[in-house]
């Protein structure tokens, strides 16, 4: 299997490499040469997802040995970092209602499935290509994805890790969680402003080449772990056939029957993994797009225009609070045979005026494959509050955005087939909210959400994950407060150069 960028640059690598590399030099992205492998999903485990996971990203994965796969795959999902053994459960709620929880991993958020496994498939990568520098993966973060990426990266070898995050901008259980990391290759700093001013910051370091090759002549070179990796859409394929096959083991359904999948999305990471399951043979229906009220990607799977002229509204369903969906480029390639051209077009408008119009065939492609729809905040809170009514069961505000857009696909197609919602993070993550939801505003004033997450715990006896009820307790590591200005010298600070 071979590598190409959606953009046209004339270089074809393997899987190794498009791993090291994570972006292609024309600012594509890389997409695999083939997809219709149709895999035989009948003789996958549903039961074993280490060895469900080796079998979808064998293919896949050129540039790797089988052990080292192998190898890959026991470190991440086999050795106590997922608090359930089939790591990502499916939850049934009624006949035709399933939830897919892929928030038992370390930091309770879905990031972890990808980002527990890519730092051993790049590490081994970088040691295969006799890569002699320090990897230093640099995040700006606005919650979950440093968390992840901590976890995820701690303790590798020749990878240091370091995250900023937004002083103003990422909840206390998401502040505590990353402040309390722990990890010999860690560092965690808080940047003064919002998300915005850390990004830039981050942003400025990157496009930095006077530092770059200061750097460089120390041996460290600057990477990301941002979710544009190939490295980290594989993983997200994985639990789209185990869900399946458990309903086929559990006789929910006969073997061959289309269900549909219903994703919280942001970046369209997720999601695309669900093309891509549905591309090697995986019986999709539809998959269910749910934008929050930042809802671009709905209005363009609608219109067939992305139009990011518009302001950023802050939701209670933060990791969704996205203007450009960076993975949308390689839904586009696929549906347009691989042609770079129209795909270069396109995003040279979306940098240049904020927008572009797909043709009519790509928009009518996207209807057959997508239902798309958003639900604001009011609208989450009311659904976390009637799933809680109607099953005993808890959502976080993702994956209520999540319920909410397929009850109105439900009611706007009757169709009553199984369909499988994709949860992306615990209730317990945004216990705020989730209270807030049951019991109304005067709950969670002038709390801690520390607090608020026992009390939830002892409203609804549901236990919360541990790396949550335990934060309170843990040491505070990172205290460090800086402004973004002040971003280049830290950075050399923690490289210990000057
Ligand atoms: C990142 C994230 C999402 C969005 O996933 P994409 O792959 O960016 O679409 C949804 N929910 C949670 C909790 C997340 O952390």
Same mark, same amino acid.
């Given at each position: ?45 549903? +039961? ?10 064998? @293919? ?30 499916? !939850? ?44 230093? /993966? ?38 505590? !969680? ?5 990890? %010999? ?8 402003? *919002? ?25 460290? !070179?600057?990477?990301?772990? *941002? ?8 993983? &997200?394929?994985?639990? #789209? ?28 990471? *997720? ?11 995986? @019986? =999709?229906?539809? $998959? /269910? ?5 930042? *809802? ?15 302001? $950023?509204?802050?939701?209670?369903? @933060? ?18 045979? +691989?042609?770079?051209?129209?795909? %270069? ?15 009519? &065939?790509? +928009? ?26 109607? #099953? ?12 909410? =857009? ?20 615990? @209730? ?47 040491? /505070? ?22």
């Amino acid at each position: 299997m071979q590598y190409y960028s959606t953009r046209g640059y004339k270089m074809k690598i393997n899987a190794a490499e498009a791993i090291i590399r994570g972006l292609a030099p024309d600012s594509g992205l890389f997409v695999p040469s083939e997809s219709d492998l149709s895999l035989n999903i009948e003789k996958m485990p549903a +039961h074993d997802y280490p060895e469900l996971a080796f079998k979808i990203f064998k @293919p896949f994965l050129s540039g790797f040995r089988d052990i080292e796969i192998k190898n890959a795959l026991q470190k991440a999902y086999s050795s106590g970092n997922f608090d359930h053994k089939l790591v990502t459960p499916l !939850q049934k709620l009624s006949e035709n209602l399933f939830i897919l929880e892929l928030w038992h991993g370390p930091t309770s958020a879905f990031k972890d499935i990808a980002l527990q496994v890519l730092p051993h498939l790049l590490k081994t990568a970088l040691d295969n290509t006799g890569y002699k520098d320090e990897l230093v /993966i640099l995040t700006a973060t606005s919650g979950d994805t440093g968390k992840s990426a901590l976890e995820g990266f701690r303790d590798i070898p020749g990878i240091k890790i370091v995250v900023f995050y937004p002083d103003n901008g990422v909840s206390e259980i998401q502040k505590l !969680q990353m402040v309390t990391q722990e990890g %010999s290759n860690v560092s965690v700093t808080a940047v003064t402003g *919002n998300f915005d001013d850390t990004q830039r910051g981050v942003k400025e370091i990157f496009s930095n080449s006077k530092l770059a090759s200061h750097l460089a002549s120390h041996g460290f !070179q600057l990477t990301s772990a *941002n979710s544009i990796n190939w490295g980290r859409l594989l993983p &997200q394929l994985v639990y #789209y056939f185990q869900a399946y096959l458990s309903l086929v083991d559990n006789k929910q359904i006969r073997a061959g029957e289309a269900v549909n999948y219903v994703v919280p999305t942001g970046n369209f990471g *997720n999601i695309l993994a669900g093309y891509y399951a549905r591309r090697l043979g995986l @019986p =999709v229906n539809k $998959l /269910i797009c749910a934008s929050n009220q930042n *809802n671009i990607l709905s209005d363009f799977i609608n219109t067939g225009i992305y139009d990011s002229n518009r302001r $950023l509204s802050l939701t209670l369903s @933060p990791s969704m609070d996205i203007l450009i969906s960076s993975n949308l480029e390689r839904l586009l390639f696929e549906l347009n045979s +691989h042609d770079p051209e129209k795909i %270069s077009f396109w995003m040279n408008q979306l940098r240049e005026k904020g927008s572009y119009r797909v043709d009519q &065939q790509t +928009h009518e492609k996207l209807g057959q494959l997508f239902y798309a729809g958003f639900a604001g905040d009011k609208k989450t809170l009311s659904t976390i509050k009637s799933v809680y009514r109607d #099953y005993k069961y808890l959502v976080d505000t993702h994956t209520a955005v999540g319920k909410a =857009v397929l009850d109105s696909y439900i009611a706007d197609t009757a169709d009553n087939r199984p369909s499988i919602i994709l949860s992306t993070a615990s @209730p317990f993550k945004f216990a705020g909210s989730v209270m807030k939801a049951l019991k109304g505003p005067d709950a969670v004033k002038q709390k801690s959400e520390l607090t608020i997450l026992d009390e939830l715990v002892k409203l609804t006896g549901i236990d919360a994950p541990e790396n949550l009820s335990k934060l309170g307790k843990k040491e /505070i590591k990172f205290k460090q407060v800086i402004t973004r200005k002040a971003l280049e010298d830290h950075l050399l600070s923690i490289l210990e150069i000057d």
